[in-house]
């Protein structure tokens, strides 16, 4: 198998067919399948290349299986179930892993592969995530990377995206892809609204001058929860903000808009003694920019006080400014971390090659902690679908032991889950009520109408 020896591994499956001996051939293959990729599925340091391992090795079981092993039903069957195992070893990672690859197969910077070769990588990755038992966690990460490449522009096809959606709506129904679909619409419906509102008597009579500005209107429930991130905007955005949300909440009364400061970007016109660029940037890096118009020297404290960022919101924005690549503006004393008795200077001698200039905000790559927060937010949403599973089952059956409502639960439910969470959740909701033990057998449950 290791050596992929198709016409070998053949040449034994017709001599032990002969004697009859198929099936110790059968168990010996599920056996290669579980442990030959239990080394990369179990190994941390190999996550960057599970996901494309896992492709490939799919891929030389289905050769040898249609070469070798003649198409045998059994042999598939063996296959995919030993397959099974091994994806779900490490019950929540590869479902987050599948994830992170389609993103990086999505997003604008992959360059590598052509339309039609990006479409056959899809569909090789559905075929993994069929196999996936956690498919509550990949939603929760694809929804969440699907948020960053809209809101962001970095989507490479927009056809690409929507296609990658039908097809995990073909897979599972349209009630998994529910609130995709409507991060599409609402993006489709926020390009409606903004050139509604350039055409408005408040856009055209009340606007401030030379400030463009375009806003996603996001409904709640489709999008991933973000913190909200407070910041004291400069006045002419202010008065953009306040004229936009007049002119939406006088189309869509009972509404109520709340600015989600974090996912801002803007491009903004910088005047250097060495030539004019423009700096596409964050909201946050922005305001902090935008001081250095009445101010050519500013401490830490001063950009702290004015412009109201969080504290470790702002050390990450004025690094990203002062300390990055791209530094159009220096700090005193010099060094990679920012410090409290910092100062902050307009740079005089800021030079680039490139008229558009890109400054890119600090650890723009997931955080530990912001990966812990979806993935408990899945096991919350986990919680409430097992409680409704087991009021539905003992509502219909009003009396049930505990093995055979551990049995049922383990059928409809969609995920991996241990009987002690199960018996936890039983036991909330005989606290709560729902349910009581039998008086003469402990364990015995009576679903209280």
């Known amino acids: 198998m290791d050596a992929n020896r198709i016409q070998d591994l053949q040449r034994m499956y017709n001599l032990f067919s002969k004697v009859g001996a198929l099936e110790q051939l059968k168990q010996s293959l599920g056996i290669y399948i579980k442990t030959s990729g239990h080394n990369v599925v179990m190994d941390d340091e190999k996550d960057k290349d599970m996901v494309v391992w896992l492709l490939d090795f799919k891929a030389r079981l289905d050769a040898i299986w249609e070469k070798s092993f003649l198409e045998n039903e059994a042999y598939a069957n063996i296959i995919k179930d030993s397959f099974e195992h091994l994806v779900n070893l490490r019950q929540n990672r590869p479902a987050e892993l599948i994830a992170k690859f389609i993103d990086a ?3 604008a910077g992959n360059k590598s592969m052509s339309e039609e070769e990006l479409e056959n990588t899809l569909d090789r990755v559905l075929i993994l995530f069929r ?9 929760a990460f694809y929804k969440k990377d699907l948020a960053k490449r809209l809101l962001l522009g970095k989507s490479a096809s927009i056809d690409a995206e929507k296609s990658m959606i039908s097809k995990i709506k073909t897979e599972c129904g349209s009630q998994f892809t529910n609130k995709l679909e409507g991060m599409f619409k609402d993006v489709e419906l926020s390009k409606e609204i903004n050139e509604s509102f350039k055409q408005s008597s408040q856009a055209r009579k009340r606007l401030p001058p030379g400030i463009e500005m375009s806003v996603h209107v996001l409904t709640t429930g489709y999008w991933p929860t973000y913190p909200p991130m407070e910041v004291q905007l400069p006045h002419d955005l202010n008065i953009y903000q306040d004229i936009f949300k007049e002119f939406y909440l006088s189309k869509h009364s009972g509404r109520r808009l709340m600015w989600q400061n974090s996912l801002g970007q803007c491009v903004l016109k910088a005047d250097y003694p060495k030539g004019k660029k423009e700096l596409s940037v964050s909201l946050f890096q922005t305001v902090v920019l935008m001081l250095f118009n009445s101010s050519d020297r500013l401490t830490f404290q001063e950009i702290k006080d004015t412009t ?32 409290d008795d910092d100062n902050f200077c307009f740079n005089a001698d800021f030079s680039a090659p490139l008229f558009r200039i890109k400054v890119n905000a600090i650890q723009l790559k997931e955080t530990v902690e912001e990966n812990t927060s979806t993935t408990e937010r899945v096991f919350q949403d986990r919680q409430y679908q097992v409680d409704a599973a087991i009021v539905r089952i003992m509502k219909t059956r009003k009396v049930l032991t505990h093995t055979l409502l551990i049995t049922e639960l383990f059928q409809q439910l969609k995920f991996p889950i241990k009987p002690a969470d199960l018996k936890k959740r039983i036991e909330s909701l005989i606290d709560r009520e729902y349910l009581e033990r039998d008086k003469a057998n402990s364990q015995i449950y009576n679903y209280l109408a």
């Open 105 to 107: 197969m999505l997003r």
């Open 131 to 139: 196999f996936i038992q956690g498919k509550d966690i990949f939603e």
């Open 308 to 339: 109201g960022i969080e504290d470790k919101e702002l050390r990450r924005t004025l690094q990203s400014l002062a300390c990055g690549k791209v530094r159009v503006i220096t700090k005193d004393p010099k060094g990679r971390d920012v410090e």
